[in-house]
């Protein structure tokens, strides 16, 4: 399972690679590989103050190694940030306060409520998958016999049933044609 994961991580790198291979680049800056070394913000050209570009947020110095990549998903997996620890408690206790908060404009403090919820069915999934009760391949559904195996038999039985019925209304269609006198209404 982890091999898998960690299969799917490399997969989505090489194809966000390929499909944006300029990811983090101001379209109208043209080249911007060695912006960091003049003081310039690689996410939005503007010119670096502090370790941190003071319009977008973004660090600058950006790691471009594969353990960087690495480090910043398991950091992005298993650290919580702050703004975790502040919905998740309101979340909890106080739902309608955080979301009239949130609807209200005070939203640089909380987690958006869309990646919230994405996490939570991401980690819905991992969990229920290490559970005995839900390994599809262990079930009765997949077995001989099972759900599976009868909705084919019987997806077979139908499938030859409309066969014989076609090649009946077929034959019926034929020898309405080739009769003397056509009934075009039975026909049609």
């Known amino acids: 399972m982890a091999g898998e994961l960690v299969a799917d991580v490399v997969t989505v790198a090489a194809f966000a690679h390929a499909v944006e291979a300029r990811g983090g680049t101001h379209a109208a800056a043209g080249d911007r590989a060695h912006d960091h ?73 909380f987690v958006s409520p869309i990646a919230l919820f994405l996490f939570s069915v991401f980690l819905m ?3 229920l998958a290490q559970l005995p009760m839900f390994h599809f391949g262990n079930s009765a559904f997949l077995k001989n016999g099972g759900g599976v195996a009868e909705l084919q038999s019987r997806l077979a039985q139908e499938r030859s049933k409309v066969a014989r019925e076609l090649t009946d209304l077929r034959g019926d269609l034929a020898e309405e044609r080739s009769g003397s006198a056509p009934d075009s209404k039975r026909i049609a």
């Open 37 to 109: 070394e003049h003081g310039l913000c690689l996410n939005c050209g503007t010119a670096l103050i502090d370790a941190h570009c003071h319009r977008c947020g973004q660090a600058g110095h950006v790691h471009r190694t594969a353990g960087a990549f690495f480090h910043d998903v398991l950091h992005g997996v298993f650290h919580f940030e702050g703004k975790a620890w502040r919905t998740l408690p309101l979340l909890v206790f106080h739902p309608g306060a955080l979301t009239r908060r949130y609807v209200a404009g005070e939203r640089a403090r």
């Open 125 to 127: 999934f991992a969990v």
